[in-house]
């Protein structure tokens, strides 16, 4: 199997679990239980899931371009669209939101050892 078709499916896997999660972090600030454990946990793992997803993302919209500028042959786009992507590409690995992706989760952190 292509290693383009396995980034691509778990990408659509990471962008699924996001979704479940922010589903679930609507419901918990609907029944206004944002407060509890529950809550908060939800909450992380959203914020991780999407720190994933724009990281992977990223990574996706280098991999494809980058081909763009290297390569010599005919394409659809012109080769300043090309690198405009590739630099939004680059873009997005800095606004990740580093800080929350590599956070430790909320039990963790109220743990005494």
Not at 28 to 39: A, R, Y
Request: glycine share 4%; hydrophobic share 55%; charged share 15%.
């Amino acid at each position: 199997m292509d290693y383009y078709i396995i980034f691509i499916t778990l990408l659509l896997c990471v962008k699924f679990v996001y979704l479940t999660f922010f589903v679930g972090s609507l419901y918990t600030q609907f029944i206004s239980k944002t407060d509890d454990i529950f809550g908060i946990n939800i909450e992380y793992w959203v914020n991780k899931f999407e720190s994933i997803y724009i990281f992977m993302m990223a990574l996706l919209i280098i991999y494809l371009f980058r081909g763009a500028l290297t390569s010599n042959k005919v394409c659809i786009y012109d080769k300043s669209v090309a690198q405009l992507v590739l630099y939004f590409g680059a873009f997005l690995l800095f606004i990740v939101h580093w800080r929350e992706f590599l956070d430790l989760p909320p039990v963790e952190k109220n743990k005494v050892f």
